[in-house]
């Protein structure tokens, strides 16, 4: 059985799911735009352009907490990661089924709130999309990874909702700085050309994390 | 024939309480094992070491000659443990469809309209699971367990819920199972149907495995008869 679609196969199915339920969608968006709102008041318009990657970046990782929580915690109800596991699918294509509709949530996330800070903040980021997307998949790829592999680590403990962002906020760092820098440098139009370092720890983290959970996925989930 | 399952001298402890003692049981292909017991005898713990969900701490254990976390052993084996394993928010056949893209090969839509026929819940095909009854789910996970024609059956009480119509359906694929060549391992309280199906019996007793040998025609006529002679609290209630 081939691994993508195997991994495609999982993250349709919780895309499915969460389309009906909306849990994670619903709470992820609706935090993002009531934080962003409120450092709208706090904040004169003029100077949150120094600071807009580094908003931006922490709503979405708080925010993705609250989806990559929902990911693992899905497959508890009836058994079903049980039954997963003594599928033929892997765990590995389990883990990156889930970070593929961690990634894909998040995105739609990031939408709505870079819609929302566009709004608030009186900033003009629509021809901006295309830096801003290169950015933006790079290092949602990295935390959605980090997500799913957590929240297969953390599914079966009981404080599961304080673990998960305990744990992955450290792990998250030189993700966070590369985005937080990249999408500063492109609010503010600096040429991305320019900041390459950051796009290679983007890439380089991606790499590593996506290695990291395609290789200790069935240890995390099984033992 | 060839062994489609071996389980030499296993151990199983959760904390200082053995689960599993020092149990060995050999199964050949095209068996099927009935594995019965009382609650917490150790059944669906000998089962979920079978499928490859619990570790365990002394002994070994192979399907077709492979640990049950190989992709090989997971590949031909199916399991339906106490939970159904099924997602309450799909609909039923988007339930099947996601578990034959994930365990079956060829055409998968083709695959789950067949199987919703088959367990008589093409009715009810888009209705979402968690309106269901407790008899339907349960024909739900059956036919998830069934769709790609696996090799070894791991059964922990398929029987329940199930109404007598349900039930001659799962002795029918049962049977259907066992003609083509699958090895079934079936735990259940259900003594007359799980004996009118098997072909040998397991019998489980605080973590010991009692008995192992052919079921006879002596245990058809008499199914507590097991109990009274190799368990020290005689007839079940």
Partial sequence: MNFFVQSFAVARKDLAIELRTKESLNAAGSFAIVILLLFSFAFDVDEIKDFSGGLLWLVFAFAGALVFNRGFARELPNECLDTLLASPLSAAALVIGKAIANFAMLLVVELVSLLVFGIFYSVDWLDLSGSLGIVFALATWGVAI????????????????????????????PLLIGAIELTTAVLQRQPISGHLEWIRVLTASDIVFTALAWGLADTILVN | MTQAIALDRVWKFYGDYAALRDCTLHIQQGSCCALLGR????????????????????????????????DNARRQSGFLGHGIGVYEDLSARENLHFFASITASGNTAALTNQWLERVGLARVATMPVRQFSR???????????????????????????????????????????????????????????????????????????????????????????????????????
Avoid at chain 2, 40 to 61: C, E, H
């Fill in chain 2, 39 to 70: 609650n917490g005898a150790g059944k669906t713990t000998l089962l979920r070491i079978l499928a490859g969900l619990t570790n365990f701490q002394r002994g070994a254990v192979t399907l077709f000659g492979e640990k049950p976390r190989a």
């Fill in chain 1, 146 to 173: 980090l997500g799913a592999v957590f929240g297969a680590l953390t599914v079966n403990l009981r404080l599961r909702e304080l673990m998960l962002p305990v744990i992955i906020y450290p792990l998250m760092v």
């Fill in chain 2, 135 to 237: 008899g339907m789910r349960q024909r739900l996970a059956l036919a998830r367990t069934f769709i790609h024609s696996p090799k070894i059956l791991l059964l922990d009480e398929p029987f329940t819920s199930l109404d007598d119509r349900a039930i001659a359906m799962l002795s029918e694929l049962l049977t259907e199972a066992r003609q083509r060549g699958a090895t079934i391992v079936l735990s259940t309280h259900q003594l007359r149907e799980a004996l009118a199906i098997a072909s040998h019996v397991a019998l489980v007793e605080n973590g010991r495995l009692r008995y192992t040998g052919e079921r006879t025609q002596e245990m058809l006529d008499d199914p507590a008869l097991l109990y009274r002679l190799h368990t020290e609290l005689g007839t079940p209630q």
